[in-house]
């Protein structure tokens, strides 16, 4: 497993931008695919973002699509989710998580979480 630690989080009105970012350590991180996910209030944790470990290949949510962008740095071990255009039913808190298989579309699929970070947009 890989430690990782999110930031990035806070206050922001609907429109606005921020840029999550998640530290890993522990093993190696270019070993990982890595994903974000959401959980607002009483709902479900969802997958919003995922990237392979190359960084060739990525996965959307409906939701985020053409707002959201998922990018690694393998020289730095670091994931990042820039969120443009945020809305707020963004409003959630988010968690960066790593798998060690190819499939990266299923929470099950990952076994690494981070503490998740605050996302709140105001209207």
């Known amino acids: 497993q890989v430690q990782l630690v999110e930031s990035g989080g806070g206050l922001v009105q609907a429109g606005g931008s921020l840029r999550l970012s998640c530290a890993a350590s522990?093993?190696?991180?270019?070993?990982?695919?890595m994903g974000w996910f959401r959980q607002a209030p009483g709902k479900e944790r969802e997958l919003v973002a995922a990237i392979n470990w190359s960084g060739d290949s990525r996965y959307y949510a409906d939701s985020v699509k053409g707002r959201f962008t998922i990018s690694r740095d393998n020289t730095e071990n670091t994931v990042y989710l820039q969120m443009n255009s945020l809305k707020p039913e963004d409003t959630a808190v988010y968690y960066c998580?790593?798998?060690?298989?190819?499939?990266?579309?299923?929470?099950?699929?990952?076994?690494?979480w981070g503490q998740g970070t605050q996302v709140t947009v105001s209207a």
């Open positions: 998580a790593a798998t060690p298989t190819a499939y990266y579309y299923t929470a099950a699929e990952y076994n690494s």
């Open positions: 522990g093993r190696t991180f270019k070993n990982y695919a």
